[in-house]
């Protein structure tokens, strides 16, 4: 509405008053644009206010990326968990992606974004908190390690579990606060969203499979950060402009 109130506002060149010299020959020349110059500009400020405010393309993009680095950390921890502990606490994986994301889904709700700055910034935030929670996650379970062979007789290894239970679950939590978020900002477009999640997943589940035997399982979970730090640049191309 700005932008063509702006437009209706800008000077036509077309009507330029001629005006002669001292003997009487005009030495004005008539400009007859037509209002090409203002529409010209018209455009750069429509395409800058438009490119400023998302392109749908990199959200999906993004979205399918950081997709695709979940589903590698979740499996990648099941592998860990199982090699580490007890193949029963493999298990506590599931419930640990059923918590961070529903914690986010309950963030949302609660503290709901009131404007798309904001919305577009949310993306943003949550794939660095993710690639950050991953790294700083195994870090502090390998720093502080679980020893299911106390817990019965030893408290402070429940709390450690817990402590494990809460980190683990951080990295759930941004990526469903990112999905959640472009569910219920662009319901028009919940099926390209849709999409995205499901295909980046299975990406992440294939790249579980395959990763680890190349890589080890530490370069597994440095390539789902960096799959994180990917989703970022493509959620920050979305936010780019003045």
Known sequence: MKIILFYRH????????????????????????????????????????????????????????LSAATLLFEITLTRVFSIGQFHHFAFMIVSLALLGSGASGTFLTIFPPHNRRRSAQIPVLGSWGFALAVVASYVFINWAPFDSFRVAHDWRQGALLACHYLALAVPFFCSGMVTGLLLS??????????????????????????????????????????FALAAEIAFGWRTAGP
């Not at 969203?193 to 979970?221: D, F, H, R």
Request: hydrophobic share 40%; aromatic share 6%; charged share 15%.
């Open 10 to 65: 800008l000077p036509q060149p077309s009507t330029i008053t001629p005006h002669t010299d001292v003997s009487g020959q005009d030495r004005s020349t008539r400009v007859d644009l037509g209002g090409s110059w203002a529409r010209q500009l018209a455009k750069i400020v429509l395409f800058t206010y438009n490119r400023h405010q998302e392109d749908p393309m990199a959200v999906t993009v993004g979205l399918f990326l």
């Open 185 to 226: 900002v662009r319901p028009g477009q919940a099926g390209r969203t849709y999409a995205a999640n499901l295909i980046g997943s299975a990406i992440g589940c294939l790249l579980a499979v395959v990763s680890p035997s190349l890589l080890a399982e530490e370069g597994a979970l440095l390539l789902s950060t960096a």
